[in-house]
Each structure stands twice: as C-alpha cells, then as structure tokens.
C-alpha cells in the first residue's frame, strides 16, 4: 500500500520562499510517478496547480514551480502572497493512472 | 472552460447505494477521461476512478468492489454508483475532467446516516 507524505503545515513570510515536498514510502519519487499539486482553500473544490512534476496550468501564477528534489516531488512558492494561504495537497500515481495523494500541508502566509 | 456540476441525493441510509451525476457544460464529453474523486471531512482526497468517454474504466482498489462509474455522451453527463455504503464512505464527492485535472465540480456532500 502506497504512503505519500507532506509536511502537515508549513508558515513563509508574504514575500517569502517556501517550498513543500511530497515523498512516497516505496521509494525515490521520479518523473514516472506524475506528480501533481493542488491548491484547495476552506469550502473550496481542489485547484490543479502542477501536473507532471513541474507543468502549469494557464492559471497557475508563475511563483508557484514543481521540481524534483532530494528523491521527492517538491512545490516552490517564491514570493508568497496573502491569498496563497491554503491547504496544498500532491497526489502521485502508481501502477499506471491510480493517484494517490498525501496528507496536505497547510500553508500560513504570515 | 468547460463547467463540471455534480448532483444527487445529499443524504444515504447505510447499506443502500450512492448514486451521483456529473453533468458536463461548455463542452463536450469526448474525447476525454473523467474522474471522481471524494473528501471526508478533514481528511485528505482520494481517487475513486475514471471512465474514458467510450466507456473503458479504471477504479482504486480499494472500492473497486462496491464502484461503478458510466457515461452517457448524449446526455454529456457521467455517474458514479457505490453500493453498500457506510458512515465511512460520508464526504465531499467531486468530479473532474482527467486532462490534467483541469476542470473540477463544487463538491457534492454526501452523508450516509439512518
């Protein structure tokens, strides 16, 4: 049974650089497992933000990037806005189109 | 963009069915895949399945049991049928266009109690 871990919350500066990451328990996270991000703010559906490691969506605000890091999936945040305070969840696929998604990490911007 | 809205009943009797509709505006059902999704309260997502706009579908394991996603191109409106549900499966169900996961419903809250 696949595991995907995230920080459970995380606080930046407004202006300031975060970045989270999304690990799995089987192993180094790479390419072949798509990882995406999502944005979802309180009573609000999930907001795609990345897919496939590091790919926008024409909505996704060019401070927000996706990368691989140390053997995880990681979500950059440079310079840190009033509004991107939410919950940001990863999801990550294994055998084929079935994703799986962490935990979330709850992001203060304060 | 395409408009996705969910819809059915908001609440269940455990052991019955649950039974949702996607109806998809702006758009067109082909030649996408389409997934559901469902949030229990204060937890985190979790996939359900998909269904490809000919039919072919892919389910999570976990439910696959109990799960039945169908489409109906005339209608541009897929469902999700999840049979014998309890308390555990009460949640927020979202439907969503799997082309990245590019378009999302508002959520539909599903409560199963007696």
């Known amino acids: 049974q696949a595991v995907v871990t995230q920080e459970p919350s995380l606080t930046v500066s407004p202006g300031g650089t975060v970045t989270l990451t999304c690990g799995s328990n089987t192993g180094a996270v790479t390419s072949g497992h798509y990882p995406y991000w999502f944005q979802q703010k309180p009573g609000q559906a999930p907001r795609t933000l990345i897919y496939d490691t590091s790919n926008k969506h024409s909505w996704t605000p060019a401070r927000f990037s996706g990368s691989l890091l140390g053997g995880k999936a990681a979500l950059t945040l440079s310079g840190a806005q009033p509004e991107d305070e939410a919950e940001y969840y990863c999801s990550l696929s294994y055998s084929g189109a079935r994703p799986v998604f962490g935990g979330g990490t709850k992001l203060t911007v304060l | 963009q395409v408009q996705l809205q969910e819809s059915g009943p908001g609440l269940v009797k455990p052991s019955e069915t649950l039974s949702l509709t996607c109806t998809v505006s702006g758009g067109s059902i082909s030649p996408y895949y389409w997934s559901w999704f469902r949030q229990p309260p204060g937890k985190r997502l979790e996939w359900i399945g998909n269904?490809?706009?000919?039919?072919?579908?892919n389910y999570n394991p976990s439910l696959k049991s109990r799960v039945t996603i169908s489409v109906d191109m005339s209608k541009n409106q897929f469902s999700l049928r999840l049979s014998s549900v309890t308390a555990a499966d009460t949640a927020v169900y979202y439907c969503?266009?799997?082309?990245?996961?590019?378009?999302w419903g508002q959520g539909a809250l599903v409560t199963v109690s007696s």
């Open positions: 969503s266009r799997a082309n990245y996961f590019d378009s």
């Open positions: 269904i490809y706009y000919s039919g072919g579908t």
